[in-house]
């Protein structure tokens, strides 16, 4: 069920088209991979072979195999190969608020410097990055995201000087966001909808979800730019209809989440053309 996107120069990526909460990818990159983009997810992966360079909170990191790669997530990043070798590597998007799930409200945990040589991290990432041809059932899933959840608050050690987070008000704002969409969402919505004052509750959701209100609008509407291109439908109609201004307004953004622009990224999916359903937009939390 997985499938090749075709790049230059042999570039490729394999993609997890199983439904389910976690995406995962394998790639091999001879040179560059991506330019310097940001996601509202955890990625966390490894690398096979060869060395995957990559820019991150102002300094050039090397991943070799035997390390774990754990970035932060809204963390801007690029990727290209270490070595004339190129490198090949598997990585897994974790949603923060599956994290949320079981850290229960707590600040998500931060692994400085995005590569962590940890056992615990190493063990408890195993289940994600598997071979793309290992799908993972609900039960699989749901194990592993505790396994991960507890290795990297037991790694990152716990905050100091936090204020008293309000988790139940900013899941309340994430959900409306999420039914809402369609709508021009604002600050004073989000405020009426989780009972939290909107400044307090813009800072909760950073510290809880790993990007703005704002941003988490923007990426969601950028899943659905994805799902209805895959669909059919022209780029322009897809940007409209998921609320951005025009395409433009849409690529600069998808350009800045994917590290490539829609079009780029359009090309590749269309290259190996999944089974009809098995791309989906970020499903719900599970319950």
């Given at each position: 069920m997985d499938r090749r996107e075709s790049s230059p120069a042999t570039d490729w990526v394999i993609r997890n088209a199983q439904p389910g909460q976690v995406e995962r990818i394998e790639a091999w990159f001879g040179g560059h991979g991506y330019d310097p983009h940001r996601h509202d997810t955890y990625s966390i992966g490894r690398t096979?072979?060869?060395?995957?360079?990559?820019?991150y909170k102002g300094s050039l990191r090397h991943g070799v195999p035997g390390n774990t790669l754990i970035l932060h997530p809204d963390e801007l990043h690029d990727g290209s190969a270490g070595t004339a070798a190129g490198f090949r590597y598997r990585m897994a998007y974790i949603d923060p608020a599956l994290i949320q799930q079981v850290l229960g409200g707590e600040p998500l945990p931060y692994i400085a410097g995005g590569l962590s040589s940890d056992p615990r991290l190493?063990?408890?990432?195993?289940?994600?990055?598997?071979?793309?041809?290992?799908?993972?059932?609900?039960?699989?899933?749901?194990?592993?995201?505790?396994?991960?959840?507890?290795?990297?608050?037991?790694?990152?050690?716990?905050?100091?000087?936090?204020?008293?987070?309000?988790y139940r008000a900013a899941e309340r704002a994430r959900e409306f966001i999420l039914a809402h969409l369609d709508l021009g969402i604002t600050l004073e919505m989000l405020e009426h909808a989780s009972?939290?004052?909107?400044?307090?509750?813009?800072?909760?959701?950073?510290?809880?979800?790993?990007?703005?209100?704002y941003r988490f609008v923007t990426l969601r509407r950028l899943d659905q730019v994805r799902a209805l291109a895959l669909d059919g439908f022209s780029l322009v109609d897809a940007a409209l209809a998921a609320g951005f201004h025009d395409q433009s307004h849409m690529t600069r953004?998808?350009?800045?989440?994917?590290?490539?622009?829609?079009?780029?990224?359009?090309?590749?999916?269309?290259?190996?053309?999944?089974?009809?359903?098995?791309?989906?937009?970020r499903n719900p939390p599970l319950r």
């Open positions: 096979l072979a060869g060395v995957q360079s990559f820019h190493y063990r408890a990432s195993a289940t994600f990055v598997q071979a793309m041809d290992h799908p993972l059932d609900a039960l699989e899933e749901q194990d592993a995201l505790f396994d991960l959840a507890t290795a990297m608050r037991a790694v990152a050690g716990k905050p100091r000087g936090r204020k008293l987070l309000d009972g939290r004052e909107r400044w307090s509750l813009s800072r909760d959701f950073r510290v809880l979800f790993g990007t703005s209100p953004h998808f350009t800045r989440c994917y590290g490539v622009s829609p079009s780029r990224w359009l090309e590749r999916m269309r290259a190996h053309r999944p089974l009809a359903g098995s791309y989906k937009p």
